[in-house]
């Protein structure tokens, strides 16, 4: 079965400050897509970053990047410089057949 | 705008009573997508269409939900005989296809049953 697992209910950062996100996966594909979405309280959820499990090369988008670990199956986000506007629940989820799998979500909260 | 559009945004109903969720998806998109999502936790994947096809509807809780997309286009999610662990947010969204392409997300539709 696949699985996406994010071990952090909450996690709080002091405005301006850079926070790591966590996020496990477990899956025998071998070609599958790694994303963040970020949900604020207007509950729409928005697309954050987006990696191609057969590159390498970790995605960037402005200030959030990630670590993509492929053989510990890691998939955690970073958010530098964060703003208040960052503050939300963030998902982490899986494709590799159409059907997104998705982690219990973290919230964050930026203190000013 | 050019986004998912998802209406009621919120919807109250009594136990037992019929709803009827309708998703709006972004023109020219072929998958759609619906999730139930309770509160403090992450979306459930309840069933998917490419085109007019329901090609996976494993995700329906049970034989009281049913879904359609009869022109491949707005999609309805229909629940009857509604019970309050029904009462969640419902999402849908839509991609252009398969393959990873990164899904877009309406704003939801809040089911409150009474």
């Known amino acids: 079965a696949q699985t996406v697992t994010q071990s952090q209910p909450e996690m709080s950062v002091q405005e301006a400050e850079t926070v790591t996100l966590s996020c496990t996966y477990d899956?025998?594909?071998?070609?599958?897509?790694l994303f963040w979405y970020k949900q604020p309280p207007s509950r729409q959820m928005i697309l954050v970053i987006r990696?191609?499990?057969?590159k390498q090369q970790n995605a960037t988008e402005n200030r959030f990047s990630v670590n993509f670990q492929k053989a510990a199956k890691s998939f955690s986000l970073k958010i530098s410089d964060s703003q208040l506007g960052d503050a939300a629940m963030y998902f982490c989820?899986?494709?590799?057949?159409?059907?997104?799998?998705w982690g219990a979500g973290t919230k964050l909260i930026i203190k000013p | 705008g050019a986004g998912v559009s998802q209406s009621p945004r919120y919807k109250v109903a009594k136990r037992g009573q019929d709803v009827a969720l309708r998703c709006d998806p972004i023109s020219g998109h072929v998958s759609l997508f619906w999730y139930q999502q309770a509160l403090g936790q992450g979306p459930e994947f309840l069933t998917y269409?490419?085109?007019?096809?329901?090609?996976?509807k494993s995700g329906l809780p049970s034989d009281r939900f049913f879904a359609e997309r009869p022109e491949g286009s707005v999609s309805t999610l229909k629940i009857q005989r509604t019970q309050q662990e029904d009462s969640a947010v419902y999402l849908c969204a839509s991609s252009l296809g398969r393959g990873g392409q990164p899904q877009h997300f309406g704003d939801g539709t809040r089911l409150s049953i009474l």
């Open positions: 269409f490419q085109n007019e096809a329901q090609l996976d």
């Open positions: 990696q191609e499990a057969y």
């Open positions: 899956t025998s594909e071998s070609d599958y897509y």
């Open positions: 989820g899986m494709d590799s057949n159409y059907q997104l799998i």
